[in-house]
């Protein structure tokens, strides 16, 4: 049999003079012992109605009611059913009721007799909304914060009208105990209904009432204790937990994201976001966020931290600030809000609180707050506590991420610098010591043979001649490089033409190839009328020159060499040279670019070079404010160098001015651009 109807509720409906109070667990169970007690104490012989939420509630009483039943024969005793808790009538009257049954969240005792009556009826409230200490998630709430609402009286009419009630509902449950009920009302002469209603709600002796008011006052700063500790021990949890996440990663992202996760439910607010304050940047993009399901998201979003007045004095003071209604703000803030109010409005943020992250009076960061809701929100100083501790401990975090982030640059750096190291002196060992070795073996077959032949003697100077332009390109490259990287380049830009610097590029080639090492065919491609570039056109070539090295290096003389140029863009002209040579993996293209690659490795190549000449290129390339890329589709299958300069903004008269006093009349512009058909549009 289900009951979905509260005996409380039926009491307070019969009897509408009657008001209920709020008890606690503590004082309900001081009351319902006094009332056993009475009983116990063997003045009388009392009906006694006692019921229990749940049959662990009752196993806590079964021996004190053994003792009722042995002084008193009407005893019934209700609890919902169980695995030892069922119908029965051994020493009193058990009455199993349905766990969905109302009488699941209600407490009963009522006690009757001639010279003493008491009932207490209450029903079991909420659990106080304060954090449970218990360490086990989920686990039900202390028993000393479970409060009830109902009605504790000895007034014999209230009484007789509540073991009415309860009498219908056990007869409800056990038909077959209709005789003995009816016995039992006519025995204590219970009254059918409550008369004379005015009167109800005496009949309390002082003392009794003295000692409840006591208790409740005792369990009312129990309570507050209780909420006092659970505040601490959520703080402490949480910042436990981000100490241990400290503990286990150096991931500023992922610390984030523990803490917005763990902070946001902890205050009950309606957003909480968390983000780095960089100085060099005008907006930050927000990840990382806890918000309440009905509040818009922030996540993805642009954030202004440079233009943002509160930030301003953030980075001034170093203290948070609490707007508690944007509607109103404090005066010294209605400035800076009213910059803001755009924020304000889009966001829908009543409420609004900013804690920095700060170290050593460096802003690192920022905590904020929002509450959404139509009223403004009071945050505590316990909440303030709180978000501090945390912003403290994550301060520290931040700093420690750094310098592990900066250490592990360090590391690589100096991983970087024993390559170099390593390469250098393979390099070194190999471009120094072959040709000074020739060169002593010329020099000694000069010395040690005044008779040798003409023509032999021409061949010796010739080698070691070459060989002692090697090295000294060897070390004018490694001086170079080191001047580009240093950036003690002074850069002489002007506008030039393309087609000017691919002719002196093809012939500082063309004078550099011997009959023993010839090159490919090499093919210019340039469309008409392409602006000019602005760049350091000694170094343009240097760059052009090198690439064209390159590819020959690595190209048969049966293949072809292609430079091309075209316009990229409104602000860029493209410039590539393109091989038929033996190609490049894919994921070898950026690496080529690293000082002292080696496609074959520093000691087994079959082509000469030092590997500094990409390198070069693109430290020469950045200076000039454009980029350089390789592309190829796999090994033998060609490689493309393409590197972008910028667009001139003076045109073609601009360059005839710089070459010539005055302006040049109509003949000479024509014969200029007969000669350079690309000077002029």
Request: proline fraction near 5%; glycine fraction near 4%.
């Amino acid at each position: 049999m289900r009951n979905s109807d509260s005996v409380v509720e039926a009491l307070l409906e019969a009897i509408p003079q009657l008001r209920s109070q709020l008890f606690f667990k503590t004082s309900l169970t001081a009351l319902s012992h006094a009332m056993e007690d009475q009983v116990l104490a063997g003045i009388e012989k009392p009906l006694v109605i006692a019921s229990f939420q749940q049959e662990r509630f009752y196993r806590q009483e079964a021996s004190r009611y053994q003792r009722i039943a042995d002084i008193s024969d009407q005893v019934y005793v209700l609890s919902a059913a169980g695995t030892s808790f069922e119908l029965g009538s051994e020493a009193y009257e058990t009455i199993a009721f349905d766990e969905a049954d109302a009488l699941t969240q209600e407490w009963h005792l009522v006690v009757i007799g001639t010279q003493y009556s008491a009932c207490l009826i209450c029903r079991e409230r909420d659990a106080a909304p304060i954090v449970s200490v218990l360490p086990i998630p989920g686990a039900p709430a202390l028993d000393q914060t479970r409060r009830f609402e109902g009605v504790w009286t000895q007034d014999q009419r209230v009484c007789h009208q509540a073991a009415n009630l309860l009498l219908a509902r056990i007869a409800a449950y056990r038909p077959t105990l209709a005789p003995k009920i009816k016995a039992t009302k006519q025995r204590y002469q219970l009254l059918s209904a409550v008369s004379d209603a005015a009167q109800i709600g005496g009949g309390a002796d002082p003392f009794t009432l003295r000692l409840v008011t006591y208790l409740q006052a005792g369990q009312y700063k129990l309570l507050k204790a209780y909420k006092a500790i659970a505040v601490k021990e959520q703080r402490e949890r949480l910042v436990n937990a981000i100490t241990a996440a400290i503990r286990r990663s150096l991931d500023p992202e992922e610390l984030f994201q523990i803490t917005v996760d763990q902070l946001g439910p902890a205050l009950q607010v309606d957003r909480c976001i968390i983000y780095r304050c960089p100085t060099q940047r005008a907006e930050v993009t927000l990840r990382h966020e806890h918000r309440q399901p009905d509040t818009r998201s922030l996540v993805d979003v642009g954030w202004p931290i440079a233009d943002n007045p509160l930030l301003e004095q953030i980075r001034q003071e170093h203290e948070a600030i609490v707007i508690v209604d944007t509607q109103a703000p404090p005066r010294p803030l209605q400035t800076a809000l009213d910059a803001l109010n755009y924020l304000v409005a889009e966001w829908h943020m009543r409420s609004w609180a900013l804690v920095p992250l700060v170290y050593q009076q460096r802003l690192l960061g920022m905590i904020e707050l929002h509450h959404c809701q139509d009223l403004p929100h009071n945050w505590t100083e316990e909440d303030f506590a709180l978000v501090e501790a945390v912003a403290t401990q994550l301060s520290v975090a931040i700093i420690q991420a750094d310098a592990y982030a900066h250490l592990q640059e360090l590391n690589q750096q100096l991983e970087a610098l024993e390559r170099t190291r390593s390469n250098l002196i393979a390099i070194t060992g190999h471009e120094l010591r072959t040709p000074l070795s020739t060169i002593q073996v010329c020099l000694e077959s000069l010395a040690t043979e005044p008779d040798m032949p003409d023509q032999l003697r021409q061949t010796m100077l010739t080698t070691a001649l070459d060989d002692a332009e090697r090295m000294r390109k060897l070390v004018q490259d490694f001086l170079t490089l080191s001047r580009l990287e240093s950036g003690r380049i002074e850069w002489t830009f002007e506008a030039l033409m393309v087609a000017e610097c691919f002719d002196l590029a093809l012939s500082s080639v063309q004078a550099r190839k011997s009959d023993r090492s010839p090159c490919c065919p090499i093919e210019v491609q340039l469309p008409p009328a392409l602006p000019m570039v602005r760049a350091d056109g000694e170094w343009v070539v240097e760059v052009i020159v090198k690439l064209l090295d390159n590819a020959c290096k690595f190209t048969e003389p049966s293949g072809v060499i292609t430079i091309s140029a075209h316009a990229a863009g409104e602000d860029m002209i493209q410039i590539t040279i393109a091989d038929t040579g033996r190609g490049i993996e894919p994921y070898r293209l950026e690496a080529v670019f690293d000082r002292f690659y080696q496609e074959e490795g520093a000691l087994r190549r079959t082509t000469g070079g030092t590997g500094l000449g990409l390198a070069m290129c693109r430290q020469i390339i950045e200076g000039l404010g454009g980029r350089i890329w390789a592309t190829s589709e796999g090994k033998d299958q060609g490689s493309q160098f393409h590197f972008t300069l910028p667009i001139a903004e003076g045109r073609a008269t601009l360059h005839i001015r710089q070459e010539t006093e005055e302006l040049p009349d109509a003949d000479t512009l024509s014969e200029l651009e007969r000669r350079n058909p690309y000077i002029l549009e």
